[in-house]
């Protein structure tokens, strides 16, 4: 037996409308989270918050893989139809003929879905943003009705004597 009857077969390139479709699907689940995400956040419930945060992780390491095939398959693409291989998909397409139709239909729409993306994503975090803002403020608000001290520190705030460890809300 020969080295090269040993030797696993290269596998198939992929097809870029089937890499494309796949990477539309996870932007859509992407978004799904980030609307969790914000609901979470309208209810401070942080646990969902930090679970959600990690699923966004996953999606995106998955989307990272899914563009890099991507790349694999436009250089391919690129080759075999000779056009540069940095080439946008509607040049492609556009080579591809009627075939690339679809192709230029699933970019359209992942396009689409990669700004919602960005849209939603940039209101979470202002969201984020305001209520860490909040948070700040009731701590500050809390420390200085524990403080017993009225006088202010170098930064125009009420100085502590000592930092609160912790405070009983319930009674």
């Not at 969790?36 to 945060?53: C, D, F, H, N, Y």
């Not at 200085?144 to 705030?157: I, L, P, S």
Request: glycine share 6%; charged share 25%.
């Amino acid at each position: 037996m020969t080295a090269a009857a040993t030797r696993p077969k290269p596998a198939p390139p992929e097809s870029l409308d089937a890499i494309l479709a796949a990477t539309l699907e996870e932007y859509r689940s992407l978004r799904v989270e980030i609307a969790k995400r914000r609901e979470a956040l309208r209810r401070a419930e942080m646990p969902v918050v930090a679970r959600s945060v990690e699923t966004e992780r996953a999606i995106m390491t998955r989307i990272g893989d899914l563009d890099r095939r991507r790349v694999v398959a436009v250089q391919g693409l690129s080759k075999r139809l000779g056009v540069a291989a940095t080439a946008p998909v509607s040049e492609i397409a556009r080579k591809l003929g009627p075939s690339g139709d679809g192709l230029l239909s699933v970019a359209a729409a992942l396009r689409e879905e990669i700004e919602g993306c960005r849209r939603d994503s940039s209101v979470v975090r202002a969201a984020a943003d305001a209520l860490s803002q909040h948070l700040v403020g009731v701590f500050q608000a809390v420390q200085q009705a524990f403080a017993g001290a009225t006088v202010y520190g170098r930064a125009g705030r009420v100085a502590l004597a000592a930092p609160i460890r912790s405070i009983d809300v319930k009674s």
